[in-house]
């Protein structure tokens, strides 16, 4: 899988680089369960991206059933770390230092995608870098492919941060060329805790 020019880095990828340098809480060193189970389903087809893949677990496990995955995520420290994992694995998963926000410049590179997974990466956005993040995603993302969300369930109305079931529909309109297949209530689970999320499956149309 050749790979596309880089994209300038936002100043956040620093934050998360920071995280990186120990165990953040949310690596928990192998896929959340949601994932597995979605794999179980059969509902995973290749190529597959991975965005905001951190150290690369899911990406991993994935790659390690036979499917094609290109992991991405902004933080140079975290892609170094799966790189190292896939070499040592020997595990032929590819990984990129790439933002999520400019997902659309991997489809002008002429790649694209029949499965999207998301574990916790949409969820920490704010509003509008959500719309910026899926109206790329409509440009990689194949005719019938599935985008896979998992997330932390928002606990109020007014918080930005999580995601919910309806906030989704709402955003992946039909008109657009989305349909929400299935919204599940499942949790997220990290390395001291877990917490209430949806795993959500859109369909590109």
């Known amino acids: 899988m ?8 936002r100043p956040v990828a620093h934050v998360y680089d920071a995280a990186y340098a120990g165990v953040p809480n949310w690596d928990i060193g192998r896929p959340q369960q949601a994932f597995v189970r979605l794999l179980d389903a059969r509902l995973v087809r290749s190529p597959v991206l991975d965005v905001g893949c951190g ?9 390690r059933h036979g499917h094609d995955v290109l992991g991405i995520d902004l933080s140079p420290t975290a892609i170094r770390q799966a790189t190292e994992k896939a070499r ?3 595990i032929p998963a590819h990984f990129l230092v790439w ?18 997974v998301d574990s916790a990466m949409l969820h920490i ?17 194949d005719t019938g492919g599935l985008y896979c969300v998992l997330g932390d369930a928002r606990r109020r109305e007014r918080d930005t941060y999580g995601i919910t079931p309806a906030e989704i ?6 008109a657009d060329g989305w349909e929400v ?9 990290r390395r001291w805790s877990s917490n209430a999320a949806y795993l959500i499956v859109v369909l590109r149309r």
């Open 2 to 9: 050749s790979a596309p020019v880089r994209v300038p880095e």
């Open 55 to 63: 150290t690369g677990e899911l990406s991993l496990f994935l790659a």
């Open 88 to 90: 040592w694995r020997r």
């Open 99 to 116: 933002d999520a926000l400019e997902v659309a410049r991997l489809g002008e590179a002429g790649l694209s995608f029949r499965t999207v």
């Open 125 to 141: 956005l704010g509003d509008r870098e959500r719309d910026r993040f899926i109206e790329g995603l409509g440009d990689v993302l």
């Open 169 to 174: 529909r709402a955003r992946f309109r039909e």
């Open 181 to 189: 297949l299935f919204a599940s209530p499942t949790v997220f689970e």
